[in-house]
C-alpha cells in the first residue's frame, strides 16, 4: 500500500471521539481537563455534555482529587491532560488519592512520547510508563492505533478499578482495522508468524516492528511480532511461549528503556524463561525539539531503525 494512502488518526483523536459515544450510552462518566480541552481532544467531549465536563484549570493535581471523590459518588471519571503533568506532575496525588484506595478512576494522558515533537524534552513524557508500573493495582495501556485506543477507552470504562492510558499527539497508522482483532485488558496478540527472533512492541513501535519484519524477511529472517497494548498486566504467557520458540527477543517502545515495557517483558523472561533480550526505544537520554517524523528517525524508533538494531543484535 502507497504511504499516501495509508489511514492515519492520532490516538487523542480516538480518545475524545470514544467518550462522547460512550458519554451517549453512560450518564456516569464524567470527564475532567486541566486547560487543555482543545489538544487533548476532550473539548468534543464537552460540546456534547457540557454539563459532565469539568475544566479544572491548570491544576493537575486537584484535578486528580476532584476525580478521586467523583468516583466515590459512582461516576466513572476521566482525568485529562498530556502524560508528563498527568503521570509526572500528579504523581502523588495519582499514587495516594487513586492508586491506593484503588478507586475507579481512569487518566487519560495524551502528547505521551518523542512524538509531541516541536514542544521538545520538557513536554516529551518518556518516563510515564515506568511511573504508573509502580503503582499497586493500576492498569497500564498504550494503543497502537485508532482502533486500539478506542477498545482501550471502552474497557476502561468497564474496568473497575485506576487505569493509565497512554496516547499521542502525532497521526499514526490504523494497523488493526480488521475483521479477527479483539481487545483484552491484559491480553497481547501476535500480528506476524516467525521463527527466529520475537519483536514485543507497543504504541506506535507496533507499526514500526512490523515494517521492520518485512525488511528482515528480504534478508532470510522471520521475525514474530507481537502486539502489547496493556503493559500492566502484562501477557507474560503469550511473550515466554513465544521466545521459546524463537531463543532472542526485542523490545520496541516510545518511551525509555529504563522502567517501561522492556524492563516489563524482561521481568517476566527472567523469572520464567531466560532468554537474551535487546531493548529498542529511549536510551537514557531526554528528546529534543523537532518534527515527530524527524525524531522517531534519529532515535531509531521507526520500521528503519528497529531493522537495523534487530540485525546488529542477531549478529
Known amino acids: 500500500m502507497a504511504e499516501n494512502t495509508i489511514k492515519k488518526i492520532a490516538t487523542r483523536e480516538s480518545y475524545g471521539n470514544t467518550l462522547v459515544e460512550i458519554g451517549k450510552e453512560n450518564p456516569n462518566l464524567v470527564v475532567l481537563d486541566a486547560d487543555l480541552a482543545a489538544a487533548t481532544k476532550t473539548g468534543v467531549f464537552r460540546k456534547a455534555f457540557p454539563d459532565r465536563h469539568i475544566d479544572c484549570g491548570i491544576a493537575e493535581c486537584n484535578m486528580t482529587g476532584i476525580a478521586a471523590g467523583l468516583s466515590l459518588t459512582g461516576k466513572i471519571p476521566f482525568v485529562s491532560s498530556f502524560a508528563m503533568f498527568a503521570a509526572g506532575r500528579a504523581f502523588e496525588q495519582v499514587r495516594n488519592s487513586i492508586g491506593y484506595p484503588h478507586l475507579n478512576v481512569k487518566i487519560g494522558a495524551t502528547h505521551a512520547g518523542i512524538t509531541v515533537g516541536e514542544d521538545g524534552a520538557s513536554h516529551q513524557c518518556n518516563e510515564d510508563i515506568a511511573l504508573m508500573r509502580t503503582i499497586p493495582g493500576m492498569v497500564v495501556m498504550c ?41 483484552e485488558i491484559g491480553k497481547g496478540s501476535i500480528v506476524r508468524e516467525g521463527t527466529d527472533v520475537t519483536i514485543v512492541a507497543t504504541g506506535i513501535c507496533v507499526d514500526s516492528a ?11 529472517i522471520h521475525a514474530e511480532v507481537i502486539n502489547i497494548c496493556t503493559i ?15 531463543k532472542k527477543v526485542v523490545t520496541a517502545e516510545e518511551h525509555s528503556v529504563i522502567g517501561g515495557l522492556g524492563s516489563a517483558v524482561c521481568d517476566a523472561l527472567c523469572k ?44
Open 272 to 315: 520464567s524463561c531466560p532468554t537474551p533480550v535487546y531493548k529498542i526505544g529511549m536510551q537514557d537520554v531526554f528528546g529534543e525539539s523537532g518534527s515527530a517524523a524527524a525524531l522517531v528517525e534519529k532515535y531509531k524508533l521507526d520500521a528503519k531503525g528497529v531493522y537495523e538494531q534487530v540485525k546488529e543484535f542477531l549478529e
Open 232 to 246: 500492566k498486566p502484562l501477557d507474560e504467557e503469550l511473550i515466554i511461549r513465544s521466545a521459546k520458540k524463537t
Open 143 to 183: 494503543p497502537s492505533d485508532d482502533v486500539e485506543a478506542k477498545a482501550a477507552v471502552r474497557a476502561a470504562v468497564e474496568y473497575e478499578g485506576p487505569v493509565y492510558i497512554r496516547f499521542g499527539r502525532a497521526a499514526v497508522p490504523v494497523i488493526n482495522d480488521k475483521p479477527e482483532y479483539q481487545f
Open 210 to 220: 512490523l515494517g521492520a519484519a518485512q525488511l528482515l524477511e528480504q534478508d532470510g
